[in-house]
């Protein structure tokens, strides 16, 4: 039941269903929950393409409008780049912003929103949703899953104190100063918005949920273990994008000191640029593996196969995302094995759940996935924190209700 007035929602975003994983399911997500709660939505939205950043052949074309569980999309051709590197990524985002504009527009005039809402990444589309508020004469809501500047930073895609840099910074503060309100995954992405000029009561933390909270509870991993041939062996997990920011070489690294484990198995399953740069460095290890993105009804089974759940992440990064399949990993019942600082939102969210190491050190990261190998009950213990920490903080209807109720509180 809705909480207040129905309210008519227009949504820009470039990521959206049927992207698996990432912001995509999460945007989704809260369209048709919203939808299911009595208010209408038009979602104005990119081809999909990730984690391959390939275009998906179905939807390859001009604009294409659908209606699906109630929500009213658009979704719009853009340029995909199947290197991302950073003038790359700028033009992917610059071509969806300017696809965006008319359909949003025609959206804005039929529906006369009381809100309109956008996610970032992509914050070049931003403009495009401000525009579309400020002539609509309603809030502008903006969603902030990554911090996209500091994330390319971290990851080398803009040189530090570059020229680059330096407007980009400046380009994202103007436009977060500019949104009515300003959302953001986790406590410290908050603080961040608030240090990037944002007053504190513009802020409101909206996380991201486990979206497979109810496939894990009934997973099954045995199926994926007699398939991969891991019957007999206590198995580390990475599952998801394969990118730079994830600083995923430490997996490699981890598998090399621990080949002697017999016991062990490391299986990284996901998609995604860094993917054949890793394969090409796992060359020679006997106890990796290599597999596909795994279908939506498989990912509980994926899930439930894992004994230890790997998260690592670039030590500048730690604060600029709080990955969306943490949820989910906690949800499973499986302790984690992260890489993050102390004090960072990982390491908070972690905590009474797995194990955190310094970023970018192999030996640590090896440790702590040999200490869980030689304690099974710690493994039971952590995993169970963590499946108690999901249902009181990763709830979906939770996370709807705040984002609706803030949403009401906005709107008067």
Same mark, same amino acid.
């Given at each position: 039941?809705?909480?207040?007035?129905?309210?008519?929602?227009?949504?820009?975003?470039?990521?959206?269903?049927?992207? =698996?994983?990432?912001?995509? =399911?999460?945007?989704?997500?809260?369209?048709?929950?919203?939808?299911?709660?009595?208010?209408?939505?038009?979602?104005?939205?990119?081809?999909?393409?990730?984690?391959?950043?390939?275009?998906?052949?179905?939807?390859?074309?001009?604009?294409?409008?659908?209606?699906? @569980?109630?929500?009213?999309?658009?979704?719009?051709?853009?340029?995909?780049?199947?290197?991302?590197?950073?003038?790359?990524?700028?033009?992917?985002?610059?071509?969806?912003?300017?696809?965006?504009?008319?359909?949003?527009?025609?959206?804005?005039?039929?529906?006369?929103?009381?809100?309109?809402?956008?996610?970032?990444?992509?914050?070049?589309?931003?403009?495009?949703?401000?525009?579309?508020?400020?002539?609509?004469?309603? =809030?502008?809501?903006?969603?902030?899953?990554?911090?996209?500047?500091?994330?390319?930073?971290?990851?080398?895609?803009?040189?530090?104190?570059?020229?680059?840099?330096?407007?980009?910074?400046?380009?994202?503060?103007?436009?977060?100063?500019?949104?009515?309100?300003?959302?953001?995954?986790?406590?410290?992405?908050?603080?961040?918005?608030?240090?990037?000029?944002?007053?504190?009561?513009?802020?409101?933390?909206?996380?991201?949920?486990?979206?497979?909270?109810?496939?894990?509870?009934?997973?099954?991993?045995?199926?994926?273990?007699?398939?991969?041939?891991?019957?007999?062996?206590?198995?580390?997990?990475?599952?998801? @994008?394969?990118?730079?920011?994830?600083?995923?070489?430490?997996?490699?690294?981890?598998?090399?000191?621990?080949?002697?484990?017999?016991?062990?198995?490391?299986?990284?399953?996901?998609?995604?640029?860094?993917?054949?740069?890793?394969?090409?460095?796992?060359?020679?290890?006997? @106890?990796?593996?290599?597999?596909?993105?795994?279908?939506?009804?498989?990912?509980?089974?994926?899930?439930?196969?894992?004994?230890?759940?790997?998260?690592?992440?670039?030590?500048?990064?730690?604060?600029?995302?709080?990955?969306?399949?943490?949820? @989910?990993?906690?949800?499973?019942?499986?302790?984690?094995?992260?890489?993050?600082?102390?004090?960072?939102?990982?390491?908070?969210?972690?905590?009474?759940?797995?194990?955190?190491?310094?970023?970018?050190?192999?030996?640590?990261?090896?440790?702590?996935?040999?200490?869980?190998?030689?304690?099974?009950?710690?493994?039971?213990?952590?995993?169970?924190?963590?499946?108690?920490?999901?249902?009181?903080?990763?709830?979906?209807?939770?996370?709807?209700?705040?984002?609706?109720?803030?949403?009401?509180?906005?709107?008067?």
């Amino acid at each position: 039941m809705t909480q207040g007035p129905a309210r008519r929602i227009l949504f820009i975003g470039l990521n959206y269903s049927p992207e =698996p994983i990432g912001i995509g =399911p999460y945007s989704a997500g809260l369209a048709e929950a919203l939808v299911a709660r009595g208010h209408e939505v038009q979602a104005v939205v990119g081809q999909p393409y990730y984690p391959e950043w390939k275009l998906y052949e179905r939807y390859k074309g001009r604009w294409q409008s659908s209606v699906e @569980n109630g929500v009213a999309i658009t979704r719009c051709p853009h340029y995909v780049p199947s290197n991302p590197t950073g003038k790359r990524r700028m033009a992917h985002h610059m071509s969806f912003a300017s696809s965006a504009y008319p359909p949003a527009r025609a959206a804005r005039r039929e529906l006369r929103p009381d809100m309109v809402f956008t996610v970032a990444p992509s914050m070049i589309a931003v403009p495009v949703a401000r525009r579309m508020a400020r002539r609509a004469g309603v =809030p502008l809501w903006l969603h902030i899953q990554d911090f996209e500047v500091g994330a390319a930073l971290a990851t080398g895609l803009i040189e530090q104190g570059s020229k680059t840099a330096r407007n980009a910074a400046r380009f994202e503060e103007r436009l977060l100063r500019s949104a009515d309100v300003v959302s953001t995954i986790s406590e410290p992405m908050c603080a961040l918005a608030q240090a990037k000029g944002v007053d504190a009561d513009r802020i409101v933390e909206i996380r991201n949920w486990a979206n497979h909270a109810e496939r894990i509870a009934t997973g099954d991993g045995n199926r994926l273990r007699a398939e991969w041939g891991l019957q007999d062996k206590v198995v580390a997990l990475y599952s998801g @994008n394969i990118a730079n920011k994830q600083g995923l070489e430490i997996v490699i690294e981890a598998a090399r000191r621990l080949e002697r484990r017999a016991d062990l198995a490391f299986v990284i399953s996901g998609e995604g640029p860094n993917r054949a740069r890793l394969e090409a460095m796992a060359a020679g290890l006997g @106890n990796i593996q290599f597999h596909d993105l795994q279908p939506e009804e498989s990912i509980g089974d994926l899930m439930r196969l894992a004994d230890i759940h790997l998260l690592p992440q670039l030590p500048d990064a730690a604060d600029l995302v709080l990955p969306s399949k943490l949820g @989910n990993m906690l949800a499973s019942g499986r302790p984690i094995v992260a890489t993050a600082a102390p004090g960072t939102g990982i390491d908070r969210e972690i905590e009474g759940a797995g194990v955190v190491v310094p970023p970018q050190d192999p030996a640590a990261f090896a440790w702590g996935i040999d200490q869980l190998l030689r304690h099974p009950g710690l493994r039971e213990k952590l995993g169970q924190g963590g499946r108690e920490r999901a249902l009181l903080h990763w709830s979906k209807d939770a996370i709807v209700d705040r984002f609706e109720a803030q949403m009401q509180l906005l709107l008067g």
